[in-house]
C-alpha cells in the first residue's frame, strides 16, 4: 500500500468505527450550525433590531442549507479533518497522500449529504477493502487514514 511513495500499514488507515464515530459528532456539529443560522440568529435580530427583513431571512435560510456542505468541504479542503474527524483522529487525503482540492472536496461533501443514507451504507467496503476505503472515497479518489499526532508513532512500515 503506498501512498506518495511511502508504503502505509493496513492499521494506519481508518477503520469503520473511528469514521461513523467521527461522522456522528459532524452530524450533530452540522445541525446545530444549522439551527443556529435558520433559528437562532432571527430570533437574536428580532430581540436586538426588531423585524428581519426579507432579504435577511433569505440569506439566512440559504446560508443553513449550505452550512453542512460548507462545514464538511472547508474542513476537508483546508486540514483533511473535521472536528468528528480531529476528536477520532482520522483525515481525509488523495490516494497519494496530499489534501483533496476544492473541487473533489465540495463534491464529496455534495454527494456524501445528497444521499446521506446511502453513504452510511456504502461504508461497508471498508470492512474488506484493502485501504479501508468506502465507496465515497473509491469514487473520489481519497483514503481516511489516522492522523499523525504529536508523541505517537508513524504509520509506516519498517
Avoid: C, N
Avoid at 2 to 28: C, E, K, N, P, Q
Avoid at 66 to 88: H, M
Amino acid at each position: 500500500m503506498s501512498t506518495a511513495g511511502v508504503t502505509l500499514r493496513h492499521s494506519a488507515y481508518a477503520g469503520l468505527v473511528s469514521r461513523i464515530g467521527g461522522l456522528i459528532v459532524d452530524a450533530l456539529i452540522a445541525a446545530v450550525l444549522v439551527a443556529v443560522i435558520a433559528k437562532g440568529i432571527p430570533e437574536l435580530w428580532k430581540l436586538v433590531a426588531g423585524e428581519l427583513p426579507g432579504w435577511v431571512q433569505t440569506v439566512l435560510r440559504y446560508a443553513a442549507d449550505f452550512a453542512p456542505l460548507v462545514y464538511f468541504a472547508g474542513a476537508w479542503r483546508l486540514t483533511g479533518e473535521t472536528i468528528g474527524g480531529y476528536l477520532f483522529g482520522t483525515v481525509v487525503r488523495r490516494t497519494d497522500g496530499r489534501r483533496i482540492g476544492v473541487i473533489r472536496a465540495v463534491l464529496r461533501a455534495f454527494i456524501g449529504l445528497l444521499f446521506a443514507p446511502v453513504w452510511l451504507l456504502a461504508m461497508v467496503t471498508v470492512l474488506w477493502d484493502e485501504r479501508r476505503r468506502s465507496l465515497l472515497d473509491m469514487a473520489f479518489g481519497t483514503v481516511v487514514t489516522y492522523a499523525p499526532r504529536p508523541g505517537t508513532p508513524t504509520p509506516h512500515k519498517p
